[in-house]
């Protein structure tokens, strides 16, 4: 351990270098030291074998984040340019840095940064009201979280409490919802299950867009006295890959939920905030669900926020006890502040009807860069601004993606496999910049081919 003296001064160097808009290029070197040297020693080691797409070859070369670009990309520590496909996995959706929801969380942040816990914080009841106006059909309470992981365990725990008699939860296969305890028991990938086995009990899997399946496994459980009390589903599955179901997928889950009287918590955390060309996905199916689960872009790029929105019937259950599930950060005033900011920029700009239009344009441009590629690259698919390319394997995926990123633009795969890579970019993105993927792509498809 080292002396509190020379751990003061290195905190002061830091402070000092988070502090400047500009670094010199020693400043630079220094960084990119320390970054490589603290993965590697204190973070963990695997992040950097993990992340071996952005290290252009070498380590030392390694591309180290340090600071937005624009509304649609973001600069390293050397000064290049990368336009994000990635969107933090989807956190970006009003872009980086919108100017609206920094204002909104520093005014916040100026006034007060947290809430003392007892007294009523008014930014909670604000944004919880414009949640019940915002979203679907009856959804009314909600819970205020930091992240889609803290969402779904709230709507695990609301289900388990209103069907106490009922505890058998369905998920599908491919399904991601977080890595918890609790949520990592509806999360399918079998990697990250398999060194906590066993998991929380009373989960069940069946494969997605299969409603002949899903109605068999609620009938075997109900047969044996295992009752199903919730089926837990993405709209679309994002981290499993980008799978769309067919237009009569949820309406009919919807409607086995109510034949078997489970609830239908509907994981939106990824496919929410106008992402898919409407601000909620199941609005594309004309279906409500009984809780919803939001993260992600909810805190409009700027801070940690999710919620888990329910029915008054459902949410009920709380009411005698609201100290049955909290938590001390989520809801937060800085958070609300971005959060409110964050729908009210959706609505002003109509991003999600932007979505709905980019979305078609970048399919369309996608599609036509794979032209004469199909061999590599079979299938292009997506809603709205969540799309996907579909490698025959994951090395071409990989070597796609790293020459991608290598020219300036960043895509990442998926479930830690890189033969689906998402494309997935702030809903702010411009044609120009589109294009300019597009021909990206093409390039790499073409470097890939000649091998």
């Not at 905030?273 to 409500?288: A, I, L, Q, S």
């Not at 199909?374 to 969540?386: F, I, S």
């Amino acid at each position: 351990m080292n002396s509190y003296e020379d751990i003061y001064k290195y905190t002061e160097k830091v402070l000092e270098l988070i502090a400047k808009p500009v670094i010199n290029q020693k400043e630079v070197e220094w960084v990119k030291k320390e970054t490589i040297n603290g993965f590697r020693e204190y973070v963990n080691p695997g992040f950097l074998e993990y992340r071996k797409s952005v290290t252009l070859g070498d380590l030392e070369a390694s591309a180290v984040e340090w600071s937005d670009s624009g509304p649609n990309g973001f600069r390293d520590v050397n000064g290049k340019e990368y336009i994000d496909c990635l969107g933090g996995f989807g956190i970006y959706n009003v872009g980086h840095r919108h100017p609206k929801v920094l204002k909104a969380v520093t005014d916040q942040l100026n006034r007060q940064a947290l809430h003392s816990q007892d007294l009523l914080d008014p930014l909670r009841a604000m944004l919880m009201r414009i949640l019940a106006d915002i979203t679907p059909g009856e959804l009314k309470y909600s819970f205020l979280t930091n992240s889609g992981t803290e969402s779904v365990e709230a709507a695990i725990k609301l289900a388990r409490a209103y069907n106490r008699t009922k505890p058998t939860i369905i998920a599908a296969t491919k399904a991601f919802h977080g890595k918890s305890l609790g949520s990592l028991a509806g999360t399918a990938k079998g990697v990250f299950r398999r060194p906590f086995m066993p998991m929380l009990s009373g989960f069940r899997h069946v494969p997605f867009d299969d409603l002949d399946m899903l109605y068999k496994t609620m009938q075997s459980c109900q047969m044996v006295g295992e009752d199903v009390g919730a089926v837990l589903l993405e709209p679309i599955q994002g981290e499993g890959g980008v799978n769309v179901p067919s237009d009569g997928y949820l309406p009919g889950v919807r409607e086995l939920c109510d034949e078997f009287g489970a609830l239908l918590i509907l994981d939106e955390v990824q496919t929410g905030m106008g992402r898919t060309g409407k601000m909620f996905c199941c609005e594309h199916y004309g279906v409500v669900p009984d809780v919803m689960c939001l993260a992600k872009a909810f805190g409009g790029g700027i801070m940690p926020a999710g919620a888990t929105i329910a029915t008054e019937k459902v949410f009920s259950v709380l009411f005698e006890n609201p100290f049955l599930h909290t938590t001390t950060f989520g809801g937060n005033p800085l958070a609300c502040a971005a959060a409110i900011a964050a729908i009210n920029v959706l609505i002003e700009e109509k991003l999600p009807e932007r979505a709905t239009i980019m979305g078609e344009y970048m399919l369309t441009g996608l599609r036509k860069a794979a032209e004469g590629h199909e061999n590599l690259l079979p299938d292009v698919r997506g809603k709205g601004l969540l799309m996907a390319l579909e490698f025959v394997d994951n090395n071409i995926g990989f070597e796609v993606a790293k020459h991608m990123f290598d020219n300036g633009v960043l895509v990442t795969g998926t479930l830690i496999n890189a033969q689906v890579i998402r494309v997935e970019p702030p809903l702010t993105i411009t044609e120009k910049e589109a294009d300019r993927v597009f021909e990206v792509l093409s390039y790499a498809l073409d470097k890939v081919s000649v091998g």
